[in-house]
């Protein structure tokens, strides 16, 4: 069974202070590691990708990073506008399409 | 271009009313999934089409849950009769057909069965 952990499961930091979340998953075998950033009361949206270990992808401030058994979400010098969730989930190559989440990290970001 | 659209963004019920969830995914996309999102257990697949054909159903919990989707642009979930324990917020995603392609998601249909 395909298990994705997550974590801190809250993280609070100041603006500026970087930091990295952490995604854990066992999956028999990888077709993709996706980010998502869910604010409250909306849908997840969409971040990141990742296919295989050693892939790197940014944006802005955000950085993920994939090895074979866990994949990082680095922000670096955080702004209030980052706090949301984030989210992680592993889609097996299976053939199985559904995405596996894990239960996610709370970011705040203080001024 | 429009994302994925739900309606309604609430809906309050009674237990034993039934309750029908409607999505329309993003235009080209070929296949579309339902999720349920709670506190206790967070996001999880319900069902999920392929060319408008149901592919894997294994997580629709019982047989009080039905979805369709009638045409490329159309999808509903329908819960009959409801209970307060399909109190969740539930999510439409959609994507290209092929594995490994992003899934974006709707803004969510948030179900309150009292």
């Known amino acids: 069974e395909d298990q994705v952990t997550q974590s801190p499961e809250a993280l609070r930091l100041q603006e500026g202070e970087s930091s990295s979340l952490n995604c854990s998953y066992t999956?028999?075998?990888?077709?993709?590691l996706f980010w998502y950033r869910q604010d409250p009361g909306k849908g997840p949206e969409f971040l990141f990708t990742l296919y295989s270990a050693g892939e790197e992808k940014e944006k802005e401030r955000l950085k993920a990073t994939l090895t074979k058994k866990e994949s990082f979400l680095h922000i670096t010098a955080p702004k209030p506008e980052d706090s949301a969730t984030y989210l992680c989930a592993v889609q097996a190559d299976t053939g199985r399409r559904a995405l596996t989440f894990g239960s996610g990290t709370r970011l705040q970001v203080q001024p | 271009d429009a994302g994925v659209i739900q309606s309604p963004r609430h809906e309050v019920t009674e237990m034993g009313q039934e309750v029908t969830l409607r999505c329309k995914p993003i235009s080209g996309h070929n296949s579309l999934f339902w999720y349920r999102q709670t506190m206790m257990r967070g996001l999880e697949l319900l069902i999920y089409f392929n060319n408008n054909v149901p592919i894997d159903d294994s997580g629709m919990p019982e047989d009080r849950f039905s979805a369709k989707m009638p045409n490329a642009s159309f999808s509903t979930l329908k819960i009959q009769p409801s209970e307060p324990r399909d109190s969740a917020v539930y999510f439409c995603a959609s994507s290209r057909a092929r594995p490994g392609d992003t899934q974006y998601f709707g803004p969510g249909t948030r179900l309150t069965v009292l």
């Open positions: 999956v028999s075998g990888l077709r993709g």
